[in-house]
C-alpha cells in the first residue's frame, strides 16, 4: 500500500540501529506487530495487512461477485481504512463488489460536521459513492437535541439505538446486499467483556460472529474482526465528544491494560467468546418486527421507538432502564438497592445462565 494514498498515514521512522525486517531482511524494521511480535518494515507491514484482510474475507466468505456493499463511513480511521483496503482489494482480486460508502449525521456539532468532511473526501479519492442519512431527516432529532433532553449519562443509549437502524434504513435506500463495519479486534474483545458483565448471553452468542444479521434486513460484516486497531493506519481519528462517559469506555481501558501486560489478549478474549457455550435450557429472545416502524424486535416495538416516544413526550427516560418516570426518591433509593442486588449475583443473563 502506497503510503501517500492513506489520508494522513504516519508510521515512526526507523532508529539508528534497529534491527532489519524479519519477512525482507533488507529494510530497516519500524515497528513491532503486537500479534505476532514480529519486527517489519513499512512495506512489508502494508503487505501483510492487506493480505491478511484479504484472508480473512476469503476463508469467511464474506461477499459474492455482483452484490452490492454499502461501507459504513463515520470519518475515523477504522472505516476509511476500511474503505481504502477494500476498494483496493476489491479491484486486485477481482471481488466484483459495487462498493458505496454510507454516512450516518448525527447531528453532533463540532465533531460529526468535521469527520463527515473527510468522508466527502475518501468519496473523490477512492472514487466511491456516498450517501448521507442523518437523525434530524429520520427522527426529528440531533444528537445535540438529545443530549439538552437527557443529558451526559445516557446518551450513548439513544446514539447506538438510532445509528444501527439509520445504517439499515440508509443501506435499503442504496439497495444494497451487505453492510460492512470497521469493528476490528479491540472492539469485539470490548463487546466480549460487556456481554459478560451484563450478563447478556443473547448477545454474546452472536457479539463474536464476523456476520450478523442474516435473519435481519441486511447482513453486516466486520472483515477487520481479528485486525488489532494499533495496526489500523492512524490516518484520522476524533473521539465523540459525547462518549467519554460511555460504559464501554471503561472495558475498553481494561482491554489496553491487558494488552500491554500480553499483546495477545485481544485475540484470546475473541476465541473465548466464540467457544462460550449456552445452556441448552436458555430462553432466547425471538426475534419480529416493531409494531410501529416495522423494524427487527424482541418486543412490540423496537428500541428505537421506544427512546423516540420518550423523546417527543417529554420523558426523554422513558426507555432507559426500569425507573418509571414521576417515580419518587423513594422508587429511586429502591431501584439502586435492587441494582447492588443485581450485581453481586454471578453470570445469571437476562434470558438464562452461562454455561462453562
Known amino acids: 500500500m502506497d503510503g501517500s494514498a492513506a489520508d494522513g498515514a504516519r508510521l515512526p521512522p526507523p532508529r539508528a540501529g534497529s534491527r532489519l525486517c524479519v519477512r525482507c531482511g533488507e529494510r530497516k524494521a519500524a515497528l513491532k506487530r503486537p500479534k505476532t511480535l514480529e519486527q517489519i518494515c513499512r512495506e512489508c507491514f502494508y503487505i501483510v495487512f492487506e493480505d491478511e484482510i484479504h484472508q480473512t474475507i476469503v476463508e469467511n466468505s464474506l461477499f459474492k461477485a455482483g452484490e452490492r456493499v454499502a461501507i459504513g463511513a463515520s470519518g475515523g480511521k477504522d472505516s476509511t481504512v476500511l474503505a481504502y483496503v477494500l476498494s483496493e482489494l476489491n479491484r486486485r482480486h477481482n471481488y466484483g463488489l459495487d462498493l458505496f460508502l454510507l454516512s450516518v449525521d448525527e447531528g453532533i456539532t463540532g ?18 459513492p456516498l450517501k448521507i442519512v442523518s437523525y434530524k431527516d429520520l427522527y426529528g432529532w440531533t444528537m445535540d437535541d438529545i443530549v439538552k433532553a437527557i443529558g451526559l449519562k445516557n446518551n450513548c443509549t439513544f446514539c447506538g439505538v438510532f445509528r444501527r437502524q439509520a445504517l439499515d434504513r440508509g443501506a435499503a435506500l442504496l439497495k444494497a446486499d451487505k453492510i460492512v463495519t470497521g469493528h476490528n479486534a479491540d472492539d469485539i474483545a470490548e463487546t466480549v467483556l460487556l ?4 450478563g447478556d448471553i443473547a448477545r454474546l452468542s452472536r457479539c463474536t460472529l464476523i456476520t450478523t444479521g442474516e435473519d435481519g434486513p441486511i447482513p453486516r460484516c466486520k472483515p477487520f474482526k481479528y485486525t488489532y486497531e494499533k495496526e489500523i493506519l492512524d490516518y484520522f481519528s476524533t473521539e465523540c465528544i459525547y462518549s467519554p462517559n460511555a460504559y464501554r469506555g471503561f472495558a475498553r481501558e481494561f482491554i489496553k491494560d491487558l ?26 429472545p425471538e426475534q419480529g418486527t416493531c409494531g410501529r416502524c416495522g423494524y427487527i424486535s424482541s418486543q412490540k416495538l423496537c428500541k428505537a421507538c421506544v427512546l423516540l416516544d420518550g423523546l417527543n413526550r417529554g420523558l426523554p427516560k422513558l426507555g432507559i432502564g426500569r425507573t418509571k418516570a414521576g417515580a419518587g426518591a423513594d422508587s429511586d433509593g429502591k431501584q439502586r438497592a435492587k441494582r447492588r442486588e443485581r450485581n453481586t449475583l454471578s453470570l445469571q443473563g437476562k434470558h438464562g445462565n452461562f454455561d462453562f
Do not use: H
Not at 195 to 198: E, K, M, Q, V, Y
Open 111 to 128: 465533531y460529526r460536521d468535521d469527520s463527515l468532511e473527510t468522508v466527502k473526501r475518501n468519496e473523490i479519492q477512492y472514487g466511491l
Open 195 to 198: 456481554n459478560i458483565l451484563r
Open 259 to 284: 494488552e500491554r501486560m500480553r499483546p495477545r489478549a485481544i485475540l484470546d478474549i475473541i476465541k473465548s467468546g466464540e467457544n462460550f457455550r449456552i445452556s441448552a435450557t436458555t430462553r432466547m
